[in-house]
């Protein structure tokens, strides 16, 4: 017999999180200045998504996709300046129950450690609480650096998606990434 997870009311229970050094929370228009701050910003969104040209664009992302349906997707916030840093989010395919994450930081904040420190709170909640078998993830394959954020973590390469997508006019090779529960129980007993 299947054990039914409700995993909509772990999201519910699970709205806040917090590591040593970052407090995930749901992502609301306060942090508009700070999230136009990033996603203004070129280099930072290159590979994520199109740059924001206005504030109302940046409100307007917030409204359609953090706050329209807010589970899974968190804010990285600084817990010692409460600044809004990036985002970070969980998104579940439940009826295999697997999930991808994916992330955005503020370029002045990279290099710190702060996406792996966010990403394997989302592990522990994805394999511990929401009961999932396998997250992964996919990266452009000029990005390196976003995939050595997936090594960190416990990520194995599980093979390139040549011509998977186009972005910003050009054809984009992936390469997907992804830990099991077993391996991520592995790293942490």
């Known amino acids: 017999m299947e054990i039914v997870i409700n995993r909509n009311l772990i999201f519910a229970e699970n709205q ?7 407090t995930l929370r749901p992502v609301t228009l306060r942090d508009v200045h ?3 701050e990033y996603a203004s910003d070129e280099e930072t969104c290159r590979y994520v998504f199109p740059r924001h040209q206005t504030i109302k664009e940046t ?3 917030i409204a359609n996709y953090f706050m ?18 990036g985002t970070i989010d969980l998104r579940i395919e439940s009826q295999h ?12 904040f990279w290099g710190n450690g702060y996406v792996p420190e966010a990403a394997n709170e989302l592990l522990r909640l994805g394999f511990e609480e929401l009961k999932l078998m396998r997250i992964f993830a996919t990266y452009d394959i000029d990005n390196p650096k976003s995939g050595r954020v997936m090594e960190k973590i416990g990520m194995k390469i599980e093979g390139n ?24 129980q592995q790293l942490h007993n």
């Open 16 to 22: 806040s999180l917090k590591t040593e050094r970052l």
């Open 161 to 184: 998606i040549p011509n998977a997508r186009m972005w910003k006019g050009k054809v984009v090779t992936d390469v997907m990434r992804g830990i099991t529960l077993e391996e991520w």
């Open 59 to 61: 409100k307007e992302s």
């Open 34 to 36: 700070d999230m136009y």
């Open 97 to 108: 129950h697997i999930a991808e994450i994916g992330y955005a930081l503020n370029k002045d």
């Open 68 to 85: 329209c349906a807010p589970f899974g997707k968190y804010g990285i916030e600084l817990n010692t300046t409460g600044k809004l840093i």
